[in-house]
């Protein structure tokens, strides 16, 4: 069975400080991929990034880093020099490959960036 | 380009009642998935729908129900409504292709339907 946990319930961090959110998934599939979402106070799901199982290479895109580690089935999510625009809700997200679009989310993590 | 647009905002209903939601995709896709965020949750997949027809379905019982009209445009329809049904419904549309994988899902702002 699929499974997404997100430990971490809520985080507060200073401005400027660099946050990590940790992601742990389950499956028995070998072809899966993973998300992070983004969920303002708007309630819009605000698409990050997505990976699939065969592709471990870290990547960044700005102050936004991601580490995938197969080895201990985690996705962690680095932000570096917050920013108060960073406060949200962040969702991990895991889809096998037999339901592209059924995303199992995890619980969130809430981030509060304190200016 | 236009994004997902979800309507009503705000929905009160009672216990019992019908519901329906209604979502227009992104321009350009051609799929749409329905979740249900309750506070404090994670999203849950509800359906899916391609072409028209359902493509996928999670753990949700028949009385939740959709439609995909040709223009890619949809609803969620929900028949006698119990009280934890009250939630955020998220529509997300995505660009499917039979030789490659669907694009990311784009979601719309949600309805948040409460049920007293």
């Known amino acids: 069975a699929q499974k997404v946990t997100q430990a971490q319930t809520e985080i507060s961090v200073v401005e400027k400080e660099d946050v990590t959110l940790d992601c742990v998934y389950e499956?028995?599939?070998?072809?899966?991929?993973l998300f992070w979402y983004k969920q303002p106070p708007s309630g819009e799901l605000v698409f990050l990034i997505r990976r699939n199982s065969f592709d471990e290479q870290n990547e960044i895109s700005g102050r936004y880093s991601w580490n995938f580690q197969k080895s201990t089935s985690s996705f962690n999510f680095t932000i570096t020099a917050s920013q108060v625009v960073d406060s949200a809700v962040y969702f991990c997200a895991l889809s096998e490959a037999t339901g592209a679009n059924n995303l199992f989310f995890g619980t969130g993590t809430r981030l509060t960036v304190i200016p | 380009e236009t994004g997902v647009t979800q309507s009503p905002t705000h929905l009160i209903k009672t216990r019992g009642q019908q519901v329906t939601l209604r979502c227009s995709s992104q321009s350009g896709h051609n799929t749409v998935s329905w979740y249900q965020q309750a506070l404090g949750q994670g999203p849950q997949f509800i359906f899916q729908?391609?072409?028209?027809?359902?493509?996928g379905r999670g753990n949700f019982p028949p009385r939740f129900s959709g439609l995909q009209f040709p223009n890619y445009s949809s609803e969620l329809n929900v028949n006698a409504l119990e009280l934890d049904d009250s939630a955020l419904y998220l529509c997300?549309?995505?660009?499917?292709?039979?030789?490659?994988?669907?694009?990311?899902?784009?979601f719309g702002n949600g309805t948040r339907l409460t049920v007293t």
């Open positions: 729908y391609y072409r028209e027809e359902e493509n």
């Open positions: 499956t028995r599939d070998t072809t899966y991929y």
């Open positions: 997300a549309s995505s660009s499917y292709r039979a030789s490659s994988y669907n694009s990311p899902l784009h």
